[in-house]
């Protein structure tokens, strides 16, 4: 049974939720009961409101193992911790306001010359009703066993339902509110959430520590490259997205960063490069695991392989058959393409049900203890003075055995189907992978053998040794990319105020042209056999190539937009206009007006930049110093515009520059219009 860390709720605090505070963590606790009689159902939903009534069926059918655990005393209580993802129904999307507060924003409204209405800066939940929006639940179930009791035993389920992935931060908050729930009842919601309420604004790809009671949850989470846009749209940094490999190895790269890749396909190690590529092409993978916490455990680690690229495709750590789209899935005839699926499931009915998926996992154990909390407990560094490795033949990779490799032969011959009457650790593709297995790699990691407290220790730095290879893996294949995202700056003497030259457009044929001519380059040569290049192909046609590359792109826009607006806030414009002829002049003047104009319209949008005040002051001075040189009637012409006259009200030392009188500016009294 798994045991709450020290916890006591302050019961001289009069603890009060602030829901908005509050929903940019979670959007409902959920109490659940399993009814004999009336099946799943939802005792307590904390804020009252937040979810649907379809929405309230599939968190509860969701929320409960397909089947009761065995091998389990009489008389026992056995907990277990896993998470699902679901999409959200339409109807209930502004039912709390709250949960979907959010600044809309109307790009037309902003010049198109101008790249700040590309700036990522929301910290809400977006209210798109064009994009789908998931709802993670975060499940705490017991299950106690007890022979008094109707059939034997009771089932209940403590949800923690949020829009974002956070598995690093609501884990072990389960692990806390579960245990304190069975406690001390539905007050544990109202205590919990009012800490949460509590904790600052989540920062992505930040270390953060929040205070729960007198326990404080030390945690990383994912960066804001890694969330889908559905989540809400955070600052994201053009240093901090592949394809540049990251300086700081401690911060997490992509979803599911505590995920436990050693543990969970430790026997199918081999298999990892040929799901790193599946996952990669955005193909449809059914993942069947014995219980709940294993399938999911699997389908966050395959979505954790992929980091730096954010996984594009729809996957669901426990899927049931009560999931709306199930429907849709079952009725595929055979021929017809399967959607882009990642589907965690512990029903052996699915097998039959999906038989167009085109690659089935099996992992786990039947007989593994699943009281034991199925996630690796990250440390904050390295282990020290590991054990020596045991090497490839030690780690029960049987690939090398003949007897193996009969066994192998003998599990593809037969097909997934041979689950239904023993439970096997495999794989079954048709598809064969570019990568080889990197016997480096494996002969790295440590094999301690089944003692516990030691298991966990090895998992720890073997999932280190994974998760670097697989970043250094994905970080080199999309490396060929990087010149489309490559920032240009105004050279020295340049003028920064025209526009910034547009980045390279793509073209799939021209790149795959390149990149044929040049090479993959030493890091995946040495991987990879020679078709490589049908890879790169697959990946163009995939669907997670388009919405890396262009969010990519955006922030590779934003890089540069910065770089020239720098540029312009240190250039001298009495040097750059001083042997510049009249018609360039008025350009120039044009395009400082234009850049003021973007600066105050962006402010009026609630989305200024820090430096606002400063920034403006300078465009203001340039365009006066510009203004002042320009010929009395060209200035006349252009105070007849009021707006741009109340712009020129700022008074500023008359310019002088060689061989040009020197003008100042009066105060024309016009209400002509442009």
Same mark, same amino acid.
């Given at each position: 049974?798994?045991?709450?860390?020290?916890?006591?709720?302050?019961?001289?605090?009069?603890?009060?939720?602030?829901?908005?505070?509050?929903?940019?963590?979670?959007?409902?606790?959920?109490?659940?009961?399993?009814?004999?009689?009336?099946?799943?159902?939802?005792?307590?939903?904390?804020?009252?409101?937040?979810?649907?009534?379809?929405?309230?069926?599939?968190?509860?059918?969701?929320?409960? !193992?397909?089947?009761?655990?065995?091998?389990?005393?009489?008389?026992?209580?056995?907990?277990?911790?896993?998470?699902?993802?679901?999409?959200?129904?339409?109807?209930?999307?502004?039912?709390?306001?709250?949960?979907?507060?959010?600044?809309?924003?109307?790009? $037309?409204?902003?010049?198109?010359?101008?790249?700040?209405?590309?700036?990522?800066?929301?910290?809400?939940?977006?209210?798109?009703?064009?994009?789908? $929006?998931?709802?993670?639940?975060?499940?705490?179930?017991?299950?106690?066993?007890?022979?008094?009791?109707?059939?034997?035993? %009771?089932?209940?389920?403590?949800?923690?339902?949020?829009?974002?992935?956070?598995?690093?931060?609501?884990?072990?908050?389960?692990?806390?509110?579960?245990?304190?729930?069975?406690?001390?009842?539905?007050?544990?919601?109202?205590?919990?959430?009012?800490?949460?309420?509590?904790?600052?604004?989540?920062?992505?790809?930040?270390?953060?520590?929040? !205070?729960?009671?007198?326990?404080?949850?030390?945690?990383?989470?994912?960066?804001?490259?890694?969330?889908?846009?559905?989540?809400?749209?955070? %600052?994201?940094?053009?240093?901090?997205?592949?394809?540049?490999?990251?300086?700081?190895?401690?911060?997490?790269?992509?979803?599911?960063?505590?995920?436990?890749?050693?543990?969970?396909?430790?026997?199918?190690?081999?298999?990892?490069?040929?799901?790193? %590529?599946?996952?990669?092409?955005?193909?449809?993978?059914?993942?069947?695991?014995?219980?709940?916490?294993?399938?999911?455990?699997?389908?966050?680690?395959?979505?954790?392989?992929?980091?730096?690229? !954010?996984?594009?495709?729809?996957?669901?750590?426990?899927?049931?058959?009560?999931?709306?789209?199930?429907?849709?899935? #079952?009725?595929?005839?055979?021929?017809?393409?399967?959607?882009?699926?990642?589907?965690?499931?512990?029903?052996?009915?699915?097998?039959?049900?999906?038989?167009?998926?085109?690659?089935?996992?099996?992992?786990?154990?039947?007989?593994?203890?699943? #009281?034991?909390?199925?996630?690796?407990?990250?440390?904050?560094?390295?282990?020290?003075?590991?054990?020596?490795?045991?090497?490839?033949?030690?780690?029960?990779?049987?690939?090398?055995?003949?007897?193996?490799?009969?066994?192998?032969?003998?599990?593809?011959?037969?097909?997934?189907?041979?689950?239904?009457?023993?439970?096997?650790?495999?794989?079954?593709?048709?598809?064969?992978?570019?990568?080889?297995?990197?016997?480096?790699?494996? #002969?790295?990691?440590?094999?301690?053998?089944?003692?516990?407290?030691?298991?966990?220790?090895?998992?720890?730095?073997?999932?280190?040794?994974?998760?670097?290879?697989?970043?250094?893996?994905?970080?080199?294949?999309?490396?060929?990319?990087?010149?489309?995202?490559?920032?240009?700056?105004?050279?020295?003497?340049?003028?920064?105020?025209?526009?910034?030259?547009?980045?390279?457009?793509?073209?799939?044929?021209?790149?795959?042209?390149?990149?044929?001519?040049?090479?993959?380059?030493?890091?995946?040569?040495?991987?990879?056999?020679?078709?490589?290049?049908?890879?790169?192909?697959?990946?163009?046609?995939?669907?997670?190539?388009?919405?890396?590359?262009?969010?990519?792109?955006?922030?590779?826009?934003?890089?540069?937009?910065?770089?020239?607006?720098?540029?312009?806030?240190?250039?001298?414009?009495?040097?750059?206009?001083?042997?510049?002829?009249?018609?360039?002049?008025?350009?120039?003047?044009?395009?400082?007006?234009?850049?003021?104009?973007?600066?105050?319209?962006?402010?009026?949008?609630?989305?200024?930049?820090?430096?606002?005040?400063?920034?403006?002051?300078?465009?203001?001075?340039?365009?006066?110093?510009?203004?002042?040189?320009?010929?009395?009637?060209?200035?006349?012409?252009?105070?007849?515009?009021?707006?741009?006259?109340?712009?020129?009200?700022?008074?500023?030392?008359?310019?002088?520059?060689?061989?040009?009188?020197?003008?100042?500016?009066?105060?024309?009294?016009?209400?002509?219009?442009?």
């Amino acid at each position: 049974m798994s045991r709450s860390p020290s916890f006591a709720v302050k019961q001289e605090l009069s603890l009060k939720t602030d829901l908005v505070s509050l929903q940019q963590w979670v959007v409902a606790f959920c109490i659940i009961r399993f009814d004999l009689e009336q099946g799943q159902l939802i005792e307590e939903c904390y804020p009252p409101g937040s979810l649907s009534n379809e929405e309230e069926l599939d968190v509860a059918f969701s929320s409960f !193992p397909d089947s009761v655990s065995q091998n389990q005393n009489r008389s026992s209580i056995h907990d277990c911790i896993f998470f699902f993802r679901i999409q959200r129904r339409k109807s209930s999307e502004q039912r709390n306001v709250n949960s979907s507060e959010t600044v809309e924003i109307d790009d $037309k409204e902003v010049s198109s010359n101008s790249m700040k209405e590309k700036v990522i800066n929301r910290r809400k939940i977006r209210n798109d009703t064009k994009q789908l $929006k998931y709802l993670y639940g975060y499940v705490f179930n017991r299950q106690r066993h007890d022979e008094r009791l109707r059939r034997g035993g %009771e089932q209940k389920s403590v949800v923690i339902l949020s829009h974002n992935p956070y598995s690093s931060v609501f884990r072990p908050l389960l692990q806390i509110m579960g245990p304190l729930y069975f406690d001390i009842g539905k007050k544990a919601l109202e205590h919990i959430a009012a800490y949460v309420s509590m904790w600052p604004a989540p920062v992505p790809g930040k270390h953060m520590e929040l !205070p729960i009671g007198n326990a404080l949850l030390k945690v990383s989470l994912p960066p804001a490259h890694s969330l889908s846009f559905e989540i809400g749209m955070f %600052e994201e940094s053009a240093s901090a997205m592949a394809p540049f490999l990251p300086n700081n190895q401690s911060i997490p790269q992509g979803l599911f960063h505590d995920s436990d890749i050693f543990g969970t396909f430790r026997s199918i190690l081999l298999q990892l490069w040929l799901l790193w %590529e599946l996952l990669l092409i955005g193909e449809p993978i059914l993942i069947i695991g014995p219980t709940p916490p294993q399938c999911c455990e699997a389908v966050a680690s395959l979505v954790s392989l992929v980091a730096p690229l !954010p996984c594009s495709i729809d996957f669901r750590p426990y899927f049931t058959i009560h999931d709306p789209d199930f429907k849709h899935l #079952n009725s595929l005839r055979e021929g017809d393409t399967f959607p882009p699926m990642i589907l965690g499931v512990t029903n052996l009915f699915f097998l039959k049900a999906l038989r167009n998926i085109p690659h089935i996992v099996s992992v786990g154990s039947p007989a593994l203890n699943s #009281n034991q909390v199925p996630f690796a407990s990250r440390s904050a560094g390295r282990i020290h003075g590991r054990p020596e490795g045991f090497g490839l033949q030690q780690l029960s990779l049987k690939k090398f055995s003949p007897s193996s490799l009969l066994s192998a032969v003998k599990l593809r011959r037969d097909g997934p189907l041979c689950l239904m009457t023993e439970h096997k650790e495999a794989v079954w593709s048709t598809y064969v992978a570019t990568t080889k297995p990197d016997t480096s790699i494996l #002969n790295r990691l440590i094999d301690a053998g089944m003692l516990p407290r030691v298991e966990e220790s090895m998992s720890v730095v073997n999932n280190e040794i994974l998760r670097r290879h697989f970043l250094e893996l994905t970080t080199n294949f999309l490396a060929p990319f990087g010149p489309y995202f490559r920032a240009t700056t105004p050279s020295e003497g340049s003028l920064p105020f025209i526009d910034p030259p547009h980045l390279p457009p793509f073209d799939a044929d021209e790149f795959l042209a390149n990149l044929s001519a040049r090479g993959v380059g030493k890091f995946l040569s040495k991987r990879m056999k020679s078709n490589w290049l049908d890879l790169y192909k697959r990946f163009l046609k995939g669907p997670n190539f388009m919405p890396w590359f262009q969010r990519r792109l955006t922030v590779a826009e934003q890089e540069q937009h910065r770089l020239w607006r720098q540029a312009r806030m240190k250039a001298d414009i009495k040097l750059l206009i001083s042997k510049m002829p009249e018609l360039e002049i008025v350009d120039y003047f044009n395009a400082i007006e234009r850049h003021l104009h973007g600066e105050i319209q962006m402010e009026k949008l609630g989305r200024a930049a820090v430096d606002f005040t400063e920034t403006c002051q300078k465009l203001k001075k340039d365009l006066q110093a510009v203004f002042n040189v320009l010929p009395k009637d060209m200035q006349q012409l252009l105070l007849m515009n009021p707006e741009r006259a109340a712009l020129l009200q700022l008074s500023s030392e008359p310019t002088k520059l060689p061989g040009r009188p020197s003008l100042q500016i009066g105060v024309v009294s016009s209400t002509s219009s442009r």
